[in-house]
């Protein structure tokens, strides 16, 4: 190959991108025009930037038209090489009429990996059967500053529910044959003052325990293809500049084999955002070596910029090469290099000999709405996984309903088709920009779905406020309503959009948590009214609630929950689903009491020596029932050397055991459903180490297990935990497992611990590294 045939291996092109519309990428708008298809074909093409996701195409007619840009891609490079086509996938396929899921902060609050794996494998499916290959997803960073508008994309705050599900997502996404994306790496979301793209004040400790674990597990575990570089610097370092952190340890430690993609324009940040490139060569040359494999969206630094340096001397050519290797192995995996690769995707090929010929595949007319991207089996994904992430935060016997005669639907969410969306679904990302589009799928609101859950009843709908309006006149309709009724839904939350265009979602940063607009104003005029209140929260983010978090009948909150999510909503309510979701971050007591996480050291909790009390309203792990479960009968023992009974341990008359430094030890009880009705306990697994050589978290999770349970029955857990969970990054940077005394915590939430179990680890502290054991194991059998 030639020089500018391999560098046409390592870039994209975003053909459908205009400057006509809002910004969908950072600073979109201020790089140069990209050059067209035909300027590029010569020399080939490495990748398709959003094929679907950047303007509404009818699937099939997508699939026609991506089917034909291969044909003149492969036609005009003289090796036949295609290219690969990548699209988002965040919370669904990001294409017109394509079915949108949960945002990945209601996976977290699942706490259901085998169901997020079944949903992703769904999604891969549909992308795979149009003709894409790779999807920007998932998003691995862990929450440190509610404030920042991308907590909606995140998992949630802590790294070990964060790699587990994350872990779950690519295994299905790869399972489809659909390369997944790991981003951002890393560091973004540490970002100062919660603020998008924004400098990140990280140490290299919290850097190591708390943002790479994610990634770590996700690179062991799931055979992810792709990693994205993040867009911000640590410690004046920019991740895309970063050698050691995408070479050093993702590649000669990890042993990550895969493609280093950059995020959108991240390459020509380095010159007019970072400064720490003169021009565009010095960019391209600075992530090239730091391992950056492809530039994207679309041709900028690794074209022209690119050719000169290694023309010059100043770049190796053999550092091409190795990017090109690796571009030129995911394509052979995904058999792109096979002789007999065909540019049609399986969705025309499976569509029948009449829609392939010549004739049908030059009408139009014949093809549109041959192709589903939004089958029953999928809507019944969405629909299960938003069922289980719905999160009952306090009842005051407000729930379930019954059948009110009479319900007020108050709130700026009451009767908003996009109100169950973030902002990386296709209807907020692209189809906001072209509102005389229909969204291509079926969007109740909640007052459509409370009509459904509720035949029987009156029900009132006032909007009261808007989302982030100041204007207040509203109000006296509302509390009028309310006074009339029966009970009070309060409909609140976000509007998910970009950079400004909403209330969450990426550039949608908050000065504080509370909740946008009046909201809170409305709230407390609805709790004066004197009917009892049911807070329901459509939200990208957790939000302080005042007074409602005591005097409210009822809070249920659901994040972003996707296009089945008011039905799964309305079914809480009502009682017909039985509440199981658990919060992934916790909801604050205090909206300025910010950054604020359940994963911080002591002096980060209540103290004398501050007027701020950062404890939370809901802690992490939090989530109600309409049942109830007893825990009993704990037993503990050791995989060592053994020690005698200690009546002092947490639990029925158990063991405190010594184990060497590599040694497990196991935890056995018995939960009881003691309610009237089936339900699921999500048994949580903390580690709290009180004396460390650094200051550690007061606790951190380290395993957990849904456990569904009909009325009356019980289930012996048993749970090993190894003694490389109790591991951290010492002084000289290395981890280490020390000797000492530990806690393991058996919780329903980080704030509703049931038992603590001491073990005392002997012996020489014991260094571990990146094959270390990363999971407890547990086992569930029913009695």
Known sequence: MTLEEKLAQLYGLWAGASNDGAEVAPHQHDMDEPPTLDELLPHGLGQLTRPFGTVPVDPALGALSLMRTQERIVAANRFGIPAMAHDECLAGFSAWGATTYPVPLSWGAAFDPGLVEEMSRAIGRDMRAVGVHQGLAPVLDVVRDARWGRVEETIGEDPYLVGTIATAY???????????TLKHFVGYSASRGGRNLAPVGMGPRER????????????RESGVGSVMHAYTDTD?????????????????????????????????????????SADWGEAAAAALTAGVDIELPTVKTFGTPLRDMVSSGQVPEEVVDRAVRRVLAQKEALGLLDPAWSPVPPALATAGPHVLDNHALDNKEQLRGTVSLNSPAHRDISRRLAERAVILLSNQGGLPLGRPARIALIGPQADTPTAVLGCYSFPVHVGSQHPDTPTGIELPTLREALAAEFPGSTLITVTGAEVDTTDTSGFEEAVEAAREADVVIAALGDRAGLFGRGTSGEGCDAESLALPGVQRQLLDALLDAGTPVVVTLLAGRPYALGRASGEAAAIVQAFFPGQEGTAAVAGVLSGRINPSGRLPVSV?????????TYLAAPLATVSEVSSIDPTPAFGFGHGLTYTTFAWSDLDVGGHGEPAPADPAVGGDGGRLPTLLTDGA??????VRNTGGRAGDEVVQLYLRDPVASVVQPVQRLIGYVRVPLDR???ARISVTVPADLASFTGRDGRRVVEPGRLELRLAASSTDIRFT?????TGAPRHVDHTRELHAGFTVTRL
């Open 588 to 596: 604050p007591r205090l909206a300025g009491a910010q950054p604020s």
């Open 236 to 276: 004046g370092v920019p991740c895309a500049a970063d050698e050691e952190l995408l070479t050093g340890l993702l590649r000669d430690t990890w042993g990550f084999t895969g493609t280093v993609v950059a995020d959108y324009f991240g390459i020509a940040f380095l010159k007019t955002l970072h400064g720490v």
């Open 208 to 219: 190591a325990d708390v943002m790479l674990p994610p990634f770590e597990m996700a690179v």
């Open 665 to 670: 030890v196991t935890l056995t009880f018995t």
């Open 170 to 180: 690519i295994k299905g996404l790869e399972s489809a044959g659909i390369v997944a």
């Open 712 to 714: 009356g029955e019980s």
């Open 757 to 761: 179990a001491a073990v005392t680890l």
